[in-house]
């Protein structure tokens, strides 16, 4: 690896550390309205990170959502164009009270920085941006054009992006796509990802009376609209562990028995991954290993059920309203669409007597697998060989990045998904970390792919 | 009736509400500790407000919880003792937003006084109070011997009375008990009450992986706390409506035929009753009216059920922690630990692989029935056909005083229930209120009650 460019990093270590902590100070939630300023704030931070760097071109594009940040940097004309997508916008914080520190105050404790954001996906955002600037920095010029496009929107799936990527076909044009958003398989098992699940949403408002009622008033003779709620829930699935919802498996692609035994080859162990969760047993569709179940099967999960009293102590009441949150996740060729119709089919025909129960759709993703035989991924695994010393495992991930599937669609170019995640850092949950190690050898990887990409 | 009673209400009438609304301003949540000065202010209003009316030995009399309030007036010898209960703590406020108005700023509309408590129970211990009031600032005397007992842990199932009643035994001694906790039947349908449902509550905490997962990463290979909750909590119902915990019908004392029969001539109309609830349609236990269910049948009521994202939107998490918060209502010969321990049973046999489920035990009080043939109990039906101008009916009530069998029990005495709120009136729930048709027709019939109680 380019020596300037390692000492570079080296060099500017501390700085950069602090640079990041600054982004992930900022609470850019996009699911929560209140974070509206917040979301500005972050995208202005990446537009002025990007002009450091000394990238292009830099805009900060509206969309009817939040914006979209956009630079480049296209001065090696007859060389490819790699255009790098990641996210500036963070999942929610709570339950609060389970978190060490404060989501948005980054703090580092046993080389990890921990912080809402910190691996999904701000740090591996911030990664791309430093490793560009360390080769302009260092070498006056890039082997590659590249671009960028920083979206704000990718944990509400992206709702505006899609006709962004329409209408900005040509400004994004480019020969591959590069995202670092998916995992490592574990500690130095760095790995690219070839596959990615959709995911689709929605909600259900269950109602009995008008209003919350006297349990002992009205307790026995009236529907409570939680043990409604909790019916039609739990006919969502087997006691088995399969979803019930009648059609959902329908048009899922069954594994090849040649994939089945290249996810049985990644290194992992049931027991190990049951103790490191902290659970009783691992509980899941019948008939598929762990890693089909989380990689490459479809699920339906309760993300949030909510109705009545809350508070300390009892209180006598018969709840009137009770909420519950779904997402599933998706596999080819399931489409996100026909799935939640299927699901209001379900509901439709499995609610209790007594209560109503209404649904409202979210947000919607396609799933996507590539092939993993292009010369930009055969590219990162030779740039993962030289970051962390060991060939990278190719896998699918059960996370879902829909975008990925416009992209694809839209722009038929190469996609790369280069990881730096390990999938214990909490992701989407409390304590949410990353590993200063990786963050370290992801760099010079990112910055040997830069500096190698132009052998496509 | 006294004419001089009834001027005394006309006069003071804007002066009483005053007075009810600065009460009812006071938050004395018993449930929620961050209310425990609001306790304290509710107990001195009570005191004062006794002071005030010409009672004596006025006391606020310390428990290892709430205090209690006490007051007599005992100046005929000879004549009967009348102990009256109350309370002066309320239930919580949730849901907020469904209120029409804040619940500790009492405001009347169409006839009606608006406020947490203003039915449950202050208004109607306010009421005894102006009634001995007008008694005596009228007449200079009473026809009997009064007591007051007010506490402020009613909601929380009256957690220190028991012990409290066992150590004042002697201080609380009297020939009759009289309550005003109850509802009437419907407007201008007064009714004694001469049963009440026991209670029993718990929680059910429910736990799958340390900490909360992302759905992507893991979904489809790890369980959901909600989902083992779902499944758990919907084993506790059959789908016609019964209770499925076994044994939990087992020591009811069956309704007798002619039970039965009384109860059905009730005034009581399915359709309206419905309507009047904004209901698709009425539910509950096989092979009983709505009557016998709300009245005389035992209940097992969702009354929260919480876990997981609740905010806008979406946010694929799996939870790894999920609540429940359940109370039974109980018939006689119901015991309500033996209830707590068989439900206790069942979550231990009906817990989902991959989750634990750990129950903590609330509050419980024994269910009641007296007979209505006692002279007390005829002078308060004597006391309503003169402040209504109709008979009041007997009836049972599906709600619960677990202190009412405590007296019952420690004193040995008549328990008189005789209420004057409404079934619709919106105890524990969203925008309580209280009729002042019956406020002014329930502070001529106590009064009445009181002169002529002489009589048993």
């Given at each position: 690896?380019?020596?300037?460019?390692?000492?570079?990093?080296?060099?500017?270590?501390?700085?950069?550390?602090?640079?990041?902590?600054?982004?992930?100070?900022?609470?850019?939630?996009?699911?929560?309205?209140?974070?509206?300023?917040?979301?500005?704030?972050?995208?202005?931070?990446?537009?002025?990170?990007?002009?450091?760097?000394?990238?292009?071109?830099?805009?900060?594009?509206?969309?009817?959502?939040?914006?979209?940040?956009?630079?480049?940097?296209?001065?090696?004309?007859?060389?490819?164009?790699?255009?790098?997508?990641?996210?500036?916008?963070?999942?929610?914080?709570?339950?609060?009270?389970?978190?060490?520190?404060?989501?948005?105050?980054?703090?580092?404790?046993?080389?990890?920085?921990?912080?809402?954001?910190?691996?999904?996906?701000?740090?591996?955002v911030f990664m791309h941006i430093?490793?560009?600037?360390?080769?302009?920095?260092?070498?006056?010029?890039?082997?590659?054009?590249?671009?960028?496009?920083?979206?704000?929107?990718?944990?509400?799936?992206?709702?505006?992006?899609?006709?962004?990527?329409?209408?900005?076909?040509?400004?994004?044009?480019?020969?591959?796509?590069?995202?670092?958003?998916?995992?490592?398989?574990?500690?130095?098992?760095?790995?690219?990802?070839?596959?990615?699940?959709?995911?689709?949403?929605?909600?259900?408002?269950?109602?009995?009376?008008?209003?919350?009622?006297?349990?002992?008033?009205?307790?026995?003779?009236?529907?409570?609209?939680?043990?409604?709620?909790?019916?039609?829930?739990?006919?969502?699935?087997?006691?088995?562990?399969a979803v019930a919802v009648q059609?959902?498996?329908?048009?899922?692609?069954?594994?090849?028995?040649?994939?089945?035994?290249?996810?049985?080859?990644?290194?992992?162990?049931?027991?190990?991954?049951?103790?490191?969760?902290?659970?009783?047993?691992?509980?899941?569709?019948?008939?598929?290993?762990?890693?089909?179940?989380?990689?490459?099967?479809?699920?339906?999960?309760?993300?949030?059920?909510?109705?009545?009293?809350?508070?300390?102590?009892?209180?006598?009441?018969?709840?009137?309203?009770?909420?519950?949150?779904?997402?599933?996740?998706?596999?080819?060729?399931?489409?996100?669409?026909?799935?939640?119709?299927?699901?209001?089919?379900?509901?439709?025909?499995?609610?209790?007597?007594?209560?109503?129960?209404?649904v409202t759709r979210f947000d919607?993703?396609?799933?996507?697998?590539?092939?993993?035989?292009?010369?930009?991924?055969?590219?990162?695994?030779?740039?993962?060989?030289?970051?962390?010393?060991?060939?990278?495992?190719?896998?699918?991930?059960?996370?879902?990045?829909?975008?990925?599937?416009?992209?694809?669609?839209?722009?038929?170019?190469?996609?790369?998904?280069?990881?730096?995640?390990?999938?214990?850092?909490?992701?989407?949950?409390?304590?949410?970390?990353?590993?200063?190690?990786?963050?370290?050898?992801?760099?010079?990887?990112?910055?040997?792919?830069?500096?190698?990409?132009?052998?496509?």
């Amino acid at each position: 690896m380019n020596d300037k460019v390692d000492q570079y990093f080296s060099k500017e270590r501390i700085h950069h550390l602090e640079q990041l902590s600054a982004l992930l100070r900022i609470a850019s939630i996009s699911a929560l309205s209140a974070h509206k300023a917040d979301m500005g704030q972050a995208a202005e931070w990446i537009a002025d990170a990007l002009t450091q760097a000394g990238l292009e071109h830099v805009a900060i594009m509206p969309t009817k959502g939040n914006p979209v940040v956009y630079a480049d940097y296209l001065h090696s004309p007859g060389k490819p164009t790699v255009l790098i997508y990641g996210h500036y916008d963070v999942q929610p914080v709570d339950p609060l009270d389970l978190w060490d520190n404060d989501p948005f105050d980054p703090t580092i404790r046993d080389g990890k920085i921990y912080a809402r954001g910190a691996s999904d996906d701000k740090g591996q955002v911030f990664m791309h941006i430093k490793a560009i600037e360390a080769l302009l920095k260092t070498t006056h010029a890039l082997a590659v054009n590249v671009k960028f496009c920083i979206e704000g929107e990718e944990e509400i799936g992206s709702v505006h992006l899609p006709l962004f990527v329409e209408e900005q076909k040509a400004l994004l044009a480019a020969d591959v796509l590069v995202i670092s958003d998916t995992t490592m398989l574990g500690p130095n098992a760095p790995a690219i990802c070839y596959g990615l699940r959709g995911l689709c949403g929605l909600q259900i408002d269950v109602q009995s009376a008008k209003s919350d009622l006297h349990s002992g008033l009205y307790g026995g003779a009236v529907p409570n609209a939680l043990h409604g709620l909790v019916e039609l829930l739990a006919t969502m699935h087997t006691k088995e562990g399969a979803v019930a919802v009648q059609g959902f498996y329908d048009d899922v692609v069954p594994l090849t028995d040649d994939e089945r035994k290249e996810l049985a080859s990644l290194p992992h162990d049931d027991e190990e991954y049951r103790k490191g969760l902290g659970l009783p047993s691992l509980f899941g569709e019948p008939g598929y290993s762990t890693v089909e179940r989380y990689m490459a099967r479809p699920t339906l999960e309760l993300n949030g059920v909510y109705g009545g009293f809350q508070g300390e102590g009892t209180k006598t009441v018969i709840p009137a309203r009770a909420h519950a949150k779904i997402t599933c996740r998706l596999v080819n060729n399931q489409d996100p669409v026909h799935i939640i119709e299927l699901i209001e089919e379900h509901v439709k025909s499995h609610t209790p007597v007594g209560v109503t129960a209404k649904v409202t759709r979210f947000d919607t993703g396609r799933p996507f697998v590539t092939s993993f035989d292009s010369a930009a991924i055969r590219s990162a695994a030779k740039a993962y060989e030289v970051g962390f010393g060991v060939k990278p495992y190719y896998m699918r991930m059960g996370g879902s990045i829909p975008i990925v599937e416009v992209f694809d669609r839209v722009l038929h170019i190469p996609v790369v998904l280069m990881g730096f995640g390990l999938p214990d850092e909490n992701f989407h949950a409390p304590n949410e970390h990353f590993s200063l190690d990786n963050f370290d050898r992801g760099l010079r990887t990112l910055a040997y792919y830069y500096e190698h990409l132009d052998t496509i």
